[in-house]
């Protein structure tokens, strides 16, 4: 047996993935070591101007867990972590270099990353060669494929996949072409880790029983229009309204623009209701806590899930629709977690005492299992037999919105074009009349969701 010390290194980027990893270890999810490293990354398009993991409110609850923390842009300046990797010649030298400068020795390592797909996770993984590799899910994601053919002298290095129970009975699809086992975080210690946050965040100026809006920046990602994004925050502000609240607070996400809040200030006093724009960097966790909101309304955020599952919150989601729209290419990997809040969260402007059947956390199941085969079918082509059992008895008007026609003719699944209508997608004269005619049906939609 190797008498050679044992070093941990955890990686993370948010501090829900910090309070991921410091639930993880209370609940003793990780074997003992020697030492124990955070490594923070902060993969904002700008880091310069973006607040640092270890500045936000409530992290010196959490840094007690590690024996130091360490800063992976510190290490790799001038490059950004998004977009620095090694040249395979120059992997040794960097772990040589890393050893050195992190004071590792010859002790053994072993890594903890999220989103092991792409850099820093990746760029990391290259430079530890000999390292065993636990991944970690900060989100909704982990229960989509994964987003890119992983190398196997990667993938062969994952023991695990440590993730939130967010939607009960749902496992995750997230490497497993590798066969990497799941293990669940226990719910209670992601809990009493988040109440060790509200409890350092300070004070906060909300009202308790108000409506919380969580608001997302998902002009940056190219999914949405500035305009569109602003809009969408209207609507859930004049939702919350419909339904009976006075008293609003908005949580514009850390890198928004703030004019997007004076317009949301505007539409306030023209409703005449209280709203607070909270500035302050704290998880929306914090505040169900804090606040104990009425009604959490959002977008696609993961939060909407935590606030249901975990605290027995009120959720709503908006605009789900036009993002399972707008999604390009279907492989993108937020496909699933706006298929999941879509599916299991109840529609902000539905007011009709009729609400849709939503699915259940046990049904939802044949959804993601049929997106993930549609998503990445070279990657999960043991998904194909749910797929064409959901699709039989499934697809019908409203499911139609996860899915597309092309793309289930291209994998050869039920909903595709009939074999007999072929010949339309060569015919000129029908191509240009079916662009047209989804022109149209754009602009209704957006009309629809927008208006």
């Not at 490293?37 to 500045?55: G, Q």
């Not at 699933?336 to 599916?343: E, F, G, I, Q, R």
Request: hydrophobic share 40%; proline share 8%; with cysteine.
């Amino acid at each position: 047996m190797s008498t050679r010390p044992r070093t941990q290194i955890f990686v993370a980027s948010t501090l829900y993935g910090a309070a991921t990893l410091a639930a993880a270890l209370d609940a003793d999810c990780f074997a003992p070591a020697d030492r124990r490293l955070l490594l923070l990354s902060n993969n904002a398009t700008t880091p310069e101007t973006t607040a640092s993991l270890d500045t936000m409110p409530g992290f010196g609850r959490l840094r007690g867990r590690f024996d130091r923390v360490l800063s992976w842009n510190e290490t790799i300046s001038p490059f950004h972590p998004g977009g620095w990797s090694p040249r395979s010649d120059d992997a040794p030298l960097w772990e040589r270099h890393l050893r050195l400068l992190w004071g590792l020795g010859d002790d053994h390592v072993e890594l903890v990353v999220e989103s092991i797909q792409v850099n820093p996770a990746l760029a990391i993984a290259q430079l530890f060669p000999d390292a065993p590799i636990d991944v970690y899910a900060d989100g909704l994601m982990s229960y989509g494929p994964t987003r890119n053919k992983l190398d196997p002298l990667i993938g062969t290095r994952i023991n695990r996949l440590l993730h939130l129970d967010l939607v009960p009975g749902l496992e995750p699809l997230l490497l497993t072409e590798f066969d990497v086992a799941t293990q669940t975080v226990p719910t209670d210690a992601f809990t009493g880790v988040l109440t060790e946050l509200a409890d350092a965040s300070g004070p906060l100026d909300v009202p308790e029983g108000g409506a919380l809006l969580l608001g997302q920046y998902l002009s940056a990602l190219g999914i949405l229009t500035p305009e569109e994004e602003e809009e969408l925050h209207v609507r859930m502000v004049r939702g919350a309204v419909a339904r009976g609240h006075r008293e609003i607070v908005f949580k514009p996400h850390p890198s928004a623009p703030a004019r997007w809040s004076r317009l949301l200030e505007r539409e306030a006093e023209e409703l005449d209701i209280a709203l607070t724009v909270l500035d302050t960097p704290v998880l929306a966790e914090v505040l169900y806590r804090r606040m104990r909101p009425a009604l959490v309304v959002g977008c696609f955020s993961t939060a909407l899930l935590t606030a249901s599952t975990f605290y027995g919150l009120p959720t709503a989601r908006t605009g789900t629709g036009l993002l399972l729209e707008r999604l390009t290419p279907y492989q993108n990997s937020n496909r699933v977690p706006v298929t999941l809040v879509d599916a299991l969260v109840p529609d902000l402007g539905d007011t009709t005492g009729h609400p849709r059947a939503l699915a259940s956390p046990e049904s939802v199941g044949g959804l993601v299992a049929a997106v993930g085969y549609a998503m990445q079918h070279q990657i999960c082509p043991q998904l194909r037999p749910a797929a064409e059992r959901y699709l039989s008895a499934h697809l019908d008007t409203y499911t139609w919105r996860y899915f597309k026609r092309r793309r289930l003719t291209a994998l050869a699944l039920p909903g595709a074009i009939p074999s007999q209508l072929s010949f339309i997608p060569r015919n000129a004269t029908v191509r240009r009349v079916a662009r047209q005619a989804r022109a149209v049906q754009r602009r209704l939609k957006k009309r629809a969701v927008f208006g």
